[in-house]
């Protein structure tokens, strides 16, 4: 039976308490703690600046009248909208001066972002989600081996996570490695370990909106924009280079520019690897496997390009299989999307793998 896992970041809540798109400015404001306990002095000016901004879209957004406090709000929930704000204004950069008693200001980049640059504040936002995202602290281990057990070497995973969880436990079971799990060619076979040097994975991992780990090329020696170690210079796949030396002697505590997708409405695919990603899934999706397996991913309306690639990608004869706790409503997007009929939901990734093992 051949299968096409469909990975959102409800998977990576699950198995690793990994943020949603939702939990993101409670996290910011955990990271912001911990480089303030670090002393990562520009680490803690970028979030208070982040938080800043939001609590600055939050209020003058509804406290229209002097002495209003806000009690509560969605802005956690409209990070899309905000991002995508940001990627309008940076995509398109606003120029312009302003002549202010008798002076004139340079406001490019300014726009509507209550004094902040909008440059500045996409950076802040890729940091603080790589930070956010970099390490899991509550991993469940029985969840993840439960799930990584099941897999088989025909399997696919589709997945529109940024995190390393999946790769580095597949890693560490010999079914995944970096040279070639992600679609395309990430290192020349010389600069693999020996060990390593002839191992190809059995199972693809295709990252549609990037990946933590993907960097620009030539940035602190990251060859074919692959970063390899964490912060703290631990290495993300450890054995698997021959020279395993970070490039940095003590652990990094500047900002991080990732070639990904942000969780936007802008979805510019100009980046090779993604595009290498996006072909593949289109044609795994197409060669009518028999179950397409939904974990964690709702489909949502700030993703049109996920839309056109089930709608004109998926076989209407695979069955679907939505785990997520909205899972009846995820389900009838879906089917509206891929023209599926045959379906079968789960509440959550526990409940799918106890009926799957018996």
């Not at 603080?128 to 281990?141: G, I, W």
């Not at 045959?342 to 793998?353: G, I």
């Amino acid at each position: 039976m051949s299968r096409v896992y469909v990975l959102g970041a409800g998977f990576s809540n699950q198995v690793a308490g990994l943020p949603t798109v939702r939990d993101l400015r409670e996290s910011f404001q955990v990271v912001l703690s911990r480089s303030r306990k670090s002393g990562h002095e520009n680490r803690v000016f970028w979030g208070e600046s982040l938080l800043g901004f939001l609590h600055s879209f939050e209020y003058i957004g509804l406290a229209t009248n002097q002495g209003d406090c806000v009690v509560n709000s969605n802005v956690a929930e409209l990070f899309e909208e905000l991002l995508t704000f940001l990627d309008l204004n940076t995509r398109t950069e606003l120029k312009g001066q302003v002549r202010r008693n008798g002076s004139t200001f340079d406001m490019s980049h300014v726009g509507p972002f209550f004094g902040y640059d909008a440059q500045f504040l996409r950076k802040a936002f890729e940091t603080y989600m790589y930070l956010a995202l970099e390490k899991p602290r509550c991993l469940d281990s029985t969840l993840l081996e439960g799930f990584s057990s099941q897999i088989l070497a025909d399997d696919t995973m589709i997945s529109f996570n940024y995190d390393l969880v999946l790769e580095r436990d597949l890693y560490f079971r010999g079914l995944w490695y970096p040279r070639d799990g992600y679609g395309y060619e990430a290192v020349d076979a010389e600069a693999v370990s020996e060990a390593y040097r002839k191992e190809k994975s059995s199972i693809p991992i295709l990252k549609l909106h990037g990946s933590l780990n993907w960097q620009p090329d030539d940035v602190l020696g990251h060859e074919r924009g692959i970063r390899w170690f964490f912060d703290d210079n631990g290495p993300i796949f450890p054995g698997y280079l021959s020279h395993e030396k970070p490039v940095l002697d003590e652990p990094y505590q500047g900002g991080h520019h990732i070639r990904w997708l942000l969780p936007s409405f802008v979805k510019a695919l100009d980046d090779q690897r993604l595009l290498a990603a996006w072909r593949q899934a289109a044609l795994n999706l197409r060669e009518k496997p028999n179950e397409v397996v939904v974990i964690g991913y709702s489909l949502p309306v700030a993703d049109p390009a996920a839309w056109a690639l089930f709608a004109s990608s998926c076989h209407p004869d695979s069955k679907l299989i939505v785990v997520d706790k909205n899972a009846e409503e995820v389900v009838q997007r879906f089917v509206k999307a891929t023209g599926c009929q045959k379906y079968a939901t789960y509440l959550n990734l526990e409940s799918y793998l106890l009926e799957k093992g018996g």
